[in-house]
């Protein structure tokens, strides 16, 4: 006899238990054997690591890193590496587990993985960062490989620190192995595309969904919280796209302005104080605030467990597009379900960043490279083709977006584990 827990026993859960809550839910509908719902529940492999730093004053700091498989059934393990002091096993492991439906959504040939440090990348000098990025490279090296498991970018790290891990693996085997890390320098064997694939995929992938509603984006009103990566690129794309992006926010504070806000100028002023600019026409507001403004499309792009049971009911915007991994939990579906906001699912909507990877991965692979226009073209075709698929399976069957991009998910890694059959 199999249970699945009420969401409302997640409201304040960690992300693993969210994870585990989503996929129970889906596991559920597509009544999943017992055994194969257990396999599916854990992560496949956990390694944590503990390593000496030496810093700038000649002291040594020891760090705390993660990196965990969870499910390897339809190929390597796949998923970003985060530099974070919230980094811990639970929120590497649920990463891990929505990095492998995310996959699967997307058709590629990857399992989910994910990895982390726990640190604040700012805090440390550019020489500290180098140290603790190749001695953490080096403590995973077993873990890690262009056939075995290839790390990306993720918050808090970025192009620079892939280019290192790349040559610290690359020194290991004794050749230059660019395939075993993807979101690298385009000089190093990245992908032009790579950097800006999360934010394109988010707009492909809202536009397709107006689109179906007969609606156009511009005009629409957007809020995006995160201005990183993902957060800036993706404002950018709705403004260029004539949407009016009324707000935006860093982990410090948020910007709001009705008539709408000036992206490219934000973005430069973001370049030089490596956060969003002190003064900027509008008014500060807080990102809970900005979580709550009345806007026709909410994008939050920054960290998990964002909008829960604490603060759904107060949300005012029509649709919620997931920038970032997990920013709504559990409970909080239950409650914008009920409201009949729409909420386009991270595992969807943010698939670009490893669409764009695996176009990497196989460039790196083939040592022949694309041009940007042939990987943008790629990109949009595979992530609407995904969206379109998890849209028609909930016109099918029925529940929300989420709801159905989970049992599609499911069913596709549970296709592979079958056909493989269970070792020895
Ligand atoms: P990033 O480090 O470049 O940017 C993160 C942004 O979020 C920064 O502006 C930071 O100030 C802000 N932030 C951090 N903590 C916050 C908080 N508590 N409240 C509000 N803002 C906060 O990271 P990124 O690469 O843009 O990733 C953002 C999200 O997107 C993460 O959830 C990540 O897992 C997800 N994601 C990233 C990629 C990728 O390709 N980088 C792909 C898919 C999903």
């Given at each position: 006899m199999t249970t699945v827990t009420h969401p409302d026993a997640h409201a304040e859960a960690g992300p693993f238990e969210c994870a585990v809550c989503q996929f129970d839910q889906a596991a559920q509908r597509l009544n999943l054997d017992e055994g194969l719902r257990e396999v599916l529940a854990n992560p496949r492999r956990e390694l944590s690591v503990s390593f000496p730093v030496k810093m700038d004053d000649g002291s040594l700091r020891v760090f705390r890193g993660f990196r965990v498989h969870h499910n390897e059934a339809r190929g390597p393990g796949k998923g970003g590496l985060r530099y974070s002091t919230a980094v811990d096993l639970n929120e590497v492991r649920a990463l891990a587990m929505w990095m492998t439906w995310k996959c699967a959504v997307a058709r590629l040939p990857f399992g989910g993985a994910k990895g982390g440090v726990n640190v604040d990348p700012h805090s440390l000098s550019v020489g500290e960062l180098e140290r603790l990025t190749r001695r953490y490279g080096s403590e995973?090296?077993?873990?890690?490989?262009?056939?075995?498991?290839?790390?990306?970018?993720?918050?808090?790290?970025?192009?620079?620190?892939?280019?290192?891990?790349?040559?610290?693996?690359?020194?290991?085997?004794?050749?230059?192995?660019?395939?075993?890390?993807?979101?690298?320098?385009?000089?190093?064997?990245g992908s032009v595309g790579r950097a800006e694939a999360t934010g394109?995929?988010?707009?492909?992938?809202?536009?397709?969904?107006?689109?179906?509603?007969?609606?156009?984006?511009?005009?629409?009103?957007?809020?995006?919280?995160?201005?990183?990566?993902?957060?800036?690129?993706?404002?950018?794309?709705?403004?260029?796209?004539?949407?009016?992006?009324?707000?935006?926010?860093?982990?410090?504070?948020?910007?709001?302005?009705?008539?709408?806000?000036?992206?490219?100028?934000?973005?430069?002023?973001?370049?030089?104080?490596?956060?969003?600019?002190?003064?900027h026409p509008g008014d500060i507001i807080t990102n809970d605030e900005l979580l709550t403004l009345p806007v026709d499309i909410l994008i939050p792009a920054a960290i998990e467990g964002q909008i829960t049971g604490r603060n759904a009911s107060a949300v005012q915007a029509k649709m919620i597009v997931e920038g970032a991994n997990g920013p709504v939990n559990c409970s909080a579906?239950?409650?914008?379900?009920?409201?009949?906001?729409?909420?386009?699912?991270?595992?969807?909507?943010?698939?670009?960043?490893?669409?764009?990877?695996?176009?990497?991965?196989?460039?790196?692979?083939?040592?022949?490279?694309?041009?940007?226009?042939?990987?943008?073209?790629?990109?949009?075709?595979?992530?609407?083709?995904?969206?379109?698929?998890?849209?028609?399976?909930?016109?099918?069957?029925?529940?929300?977006?989420?709801?159905?991009?989970?049992?599609?998910?499911?069913?596709?890694?549970?296709?592979?584990?079958?056909?493989?059959g269970v070792f020895p």
């Open positions: 995973i090296g077993p873990f890690i490989g262009p056939e075995r498991d290839i790390p990306a970018p993720d918050v808090g790290t970025n192009e620079k620190i892939m280019a290192w891990l790349m040559d610290t693996y690359s020194m290991s085997q004794g050749y230059s192995v660019p395939a075993s890390f993807t979101g690298k320098p385009v000089s190093v064997g394109r995929g988010i707009f492909f992938v809202t536009q397709e969904a107006y689109r179906q509603a007969g609606r156009s984006l511009e005009g629409s009103t957007v809020a995006v919280q995160g201005f990183g990566n993902v957060g800036s690129v993706t404002a950018w794309l709705f403004a260029k796209a004539g949407a009016n992006v009324v707000a935006v926010s860093d982990a410090n504070r948020a910007v709001y302005c009705r008539s709408g806000l000036n992206i490219e100028e934000i973005i430069a002023g973001t370049r030089e104080a490596s956060r969003l600019p002190a003064s579906d239950f409650i914008l379900k009920a409201k009949g906001i729409t909420v386009i699912p991270d595992i969807v909507a943010n698939s670009g960043g490893v669409i764009v990877s695996y176009f990497e991965w196989v460039q790196d692979l083939q040592s022949l490279f694309w041009r940007e226009e042939h990987i943008n073209r790629r990109l949009e075709r595979m992530i609407v083709d995904a969206f379109r698929e998890v849209e028609s399976e909930r016109a099918r069957e029925g529940g929300t977006l989420r709801e159905a991009a989970y049992r599609l998910a499911v069913s596709r890694v549970v296709e592979a584990i079958e056909a493989r």
